[in-house]
């Protein structure tokens, strides 16, 4: 497995490519703009994407998703409970923004302890509501790395005052699906600097 990060959209969100080099195909996670840098890498890298996961359904996740799900053909992943933020405007909040960002419905909804294997790699996945009611983080034990979305970062955590956010529910997830995993595990999130388990739960005044 080998991961790349791309930057998108005007918030930054960080898309992950991760590509198996064996078989020479890649998991998209949250495409959320810039569409044409995200299939313009997939052509630099040789690979064929076989799937798009989402973390989660605010527009700045899935700004991009349209137009690559349109030229790569790959399915796309969403915790159910985020399902409709895909079709509503005003679910993934771009309606709030002036630039309305509306896609076809998901092929698979995600759920708590589901086990996806995409492109000869096995994700587990983890309900962590909290950030959105249906935020779903993608943890990858061979490789130790967990594609967290908004639920966390580098010595903070999602917001949680947008519609459908919980403070409580948020922390409790973080508590219970990431810093149960092993300390060197690594933490990828939707905006910033990767983390590990271990450092968040030593540094991260949410946390203590």
Same mark, same amino acid.
């Given at each position: 497995?080998?991961?790349?990060?791309?930057?998108?959209?005007?918030?930054?969100?960080?898309?992950?490519?991760?590509?198996?080099?064996?078989?020479?195909?890649?998991?998209?996670?949250?495409?959320?703009?810039?569409?044409?840098?995200?299939?313009?890498? &997939?052509?630099?890298?040789?690979?064929? #994407? #076989? &799937?798009?996961? @989402? !973390?989660?359904?605010? =527009?700045?996740?899935?700004?991009?998703?349209?137009?690559?799900?349109?030229?790569?053909?790959?399915? /796309?992943?969403?915790?159910?409970?985020?399902?409709?933020?895909?079709?509503?405007?005003?679910?993934?909040?771009?309606?709030?923004?002036?630039?309305? #960002?509306?896609?076809?419905?998901?092929?698979?909804? /995600?759920?708590?302890?589901?086990?996806?294997?995409?492109?000869?790699?096995?994700?587990?996945?983890?309900?962590?509501?909290?950030? !959105?009611?249906?935020?779903?983080?993608?943890?990858?034990?061979?490789?130790?790395? /967990?594609?967290?979305?908004?639920?966390?970062?580098?010595?903070?955590?999602?917001?949680?005052?947008?519609?459908?956010?919980?403070?409580?529910?948020?922390?409790? =997830?973080?508590?219970?699906?990431?810093?149960? @995993?092993?300390?060197?595990?690594?933490?990828?999130?939707?905006?910033?600097?990767?983390?590990?388990?271990?450092?968040?739960?030593?540094?991260?005044?949410?946390?203590?």
């Amino acid at each position: 497995m080998k991961i790349y990060t791309i930057p998108v959209g005007m918030l930054q969100t960080n898309c992950y490519f991760v590509v198996n080099e064996e078989l020479k195909e890649a998991v998209i996670f949250d495409p959320g703009g810039d569409p044409d840098k995200l299939l313009l890498a &997939a052509e630099k890298l040789e690979v064929k #994407v #076989v &799937a798009i996961c @989402l !973390t989660h359904g605010h =527009s700045d996740h899935i700004g991009g998703l349209a137009e690559v799900r349109k030229e790569t053909g790959a399915p /796309v992943y969403i915790g159910e409970a985020d399902a409709d933020c895909l079709l509503n405007p005003s679910s993934n909040l771009s309606f709030f923004v002036g630039h309305e #960002v509306q896609n076809e419905p998901a092929d698979f909804l /995600v759920h708590d302890g589901d086990v996806l294997t995409l492109g000869g790699m096995k994700f587990e996945c983890f309900a962590t509501p909290g950030h !959105t009611p249906g935020g779903i983080c993608y943890y990858n034990a061979e490789n130790e790395v /967990v594609f967290a979305g908004d639920t966390i970062f580098c010595e903070s955590i999602g917001r949680t005052d947008l519609p459908g956010g919980s403070y409580k529910a948020l922390l409790q =997830s973080i508590k219970t699906k990431l810093l149960t @995993l092993p300390d060197d595990v690594h933490l990828l999130p939707g905006h910033g600097p990767s983390t590990s388990v271990a450092w968040e739960k030593r540094r991260n005044p949410f946390l203590q």
